[in-house]
């Protein structure tokens, strides 16, 4: 069988193991995912192999440190899956919900249900945690999924798909509701973009070369984020004390996450004070300034001057562009030509500056006071998520359960014919 045939034979399984899965009870899904939450404690030993695997060939290909990071199972990954299996777990089931019902003049109940979308690929790069995400989320939200990850994540995406099976199994649920093509051959992604009979949405996650690669392929609708330039603006009324911690951990916690920030907006009349302290705080810690003239003598040692090929860059490393603004005017408006519709922050003890901004900034999570690392599904509420999208077509922001779901339209009807 070649690559084509194996990619269609998994698309109908997908599609057969969808309709079964959308007829799933809910206390079915949830006893998988508890299953699989077992699974993931009792067989850590056997995931650390195989992702000891990967992380070996990983270093022998020389793979940058950003790639390797996510690559990396460590015990605190392999606990937020677990935790992730045990939220999504105890969610409400959305599928068959009905919501806003109304009675129409003639008599007639008019209402929307909450349904899968049917068959989900999700296409990443390295990550083997989007393996369980994606998978936990979309077996709640009664979608089959397709999870077809970077070759160099292959042994730890094998081993986590293997588990999900058992989880599946052992829970009475359709084990093709969760699929991992059996080759690292990119020929299975362009033939897998081909399969709009059989997949009714895709997921790119990861680099903006492989989401473009996959928008430009793909025969079915696209779920993306090319990329996450996220911005700070510390304006004139800010709390340094505040400003400062929020800063660092934006910048440092993660800096190859698309929620990392990678440039500081400060206002003019605060950056003379906040830049100082900013520079002292991260700057030993290896945080290097692009800088902008106003800001470069502010920074130090740790700055150099900017260029504009620094605005609107996804460093994904510890280096920040920094720039000072004369205001929320002039802030909006560079975010709204440099920013990626990502995660954007004031910093601001105006309240009415904090609404213009929340109002009139576009991306999928914008925030006053907070760091925009809070860009992230179970950061928010949602348990795991399996991705971010920034296309608004038909979920902005992180997406969880709901996010996988559509809605149907129903009526209740009790013989009325149309005059």
């Known amino acids: 069988m070649d690559i084509r045939e194996q990619m269609v034979e998994m698309g109908k399984r997908a599609k057969a193991a969808a309709r079964k899965l959308s007829a799933a009870s809910g206390k079915a899904k949830a006893d998988a995912l508890l299953i699989l939450a077992g699974l993931l ?75 899968p979308l049917g068959v989900v690929a999700m296409i990443y790069e390295s ?55 059996p080759t ?11 399969l709009e009979e059989y997949i009714d949405v895709v997921i790119p996650r990861g680099g903006e070369g492989l989401i473009r690669a996959v928008t430009s392929q793909a025969t079915m609708p696209v779920l993306k984020h090319y990329k996450g330039v ?3 603006y510390a304006d004139l009324s800010c709390d340094l004390d505040k400003a400062v911690p929020i800063v660092e951990n934006a910048k440092m916690q993660y800096p190859s996450g698309c929620n990392a920030l ?47 090929e620094d605005w609107g860059f996804e460093f994904l490393d510890l280096i920040l562009a920094v720039k000072v603004v004369d205001g929320l005017d002039e802030a909006m408006d560079h975010i709204a030509r440099y920013g990626s519709n990502h995660t954007e922050s004031i910093l601001s003890e105006d309240y009415q500056n904090c609404m213009r901004f929340i109002r ?26 399996i991705g971010i999208s ?30």
């Open 127 to 181: 990550r083997p945690n989007a393996t369980v995400d994606a998978g936990i989320l979309c077996l709640k939200a009664g979608n089959a999924v397709i999870l077809r990850g970077g070759s160099e994540a292959f042994h730890s995406n094998t081993c986590l798909a293997g588990l999900m099976h058992r989880a599946l199994e052992e829970a009475g649920l359709p084990r093709d509701a969760v699929q991992v093509p």
């Open 360 to 385: 009139e900034v576009d991306a999928s999570l914008v925030v006053a006071n907070a760091t925009t690392r809070f860009n992230d599904g179970g950061q928010l509420g949602l348990g795991a998520e």
């Open 41 to 115: 404690e009792s067989e850590s030993a056997a995931i650390a192999e195989a992702n000891k695997l990967d992380l070996d060939a990983a270093a022998e290909r020389g793979l940058d440190k950003a790639r390797v990071q996510r690559l990396t199972i460590s015990e605190k990954v392999l606990g937020s899956m677990i935790q992730g299996c045990r939220e999504v777990a105890a969610m409400a089931d959305p599928v068959g919900e009905i919501e806003s019902m109304v009675k129409r003049p003639n008599g007639m109940l008019v209402g929307r249900m909450r349904v």
């Open 262 to 308: 990678e440039c500081l907006l400060v206002h003019r009349d605060v950056a003379g004070e906040l830049l100082p302290r900013v520079a002292e705080a991260i700057g030993p810690k290896g945080v290097k300034f692009k800088a902008c003239p106003q800001s470069l003598p502010l920074l130090g040692e740790y700055a150099e001057p900017a260029s504009d």
């Open 230 to 232: 996220c911005h700070i």
């Open 184 to 194: 690292t051959d990119r020929e299975a992604v362009a033939e897998m973009l081909k």
């Open 390 to 419: 920034t296309s608004k077509l038909h979920a902005y922001g992180p997406m969880g359960i709901k996010e996988l779901t559509s809605a149907k339209f129903v009526l209740l009807g009790e013989g009325q014919v149309r005059e």
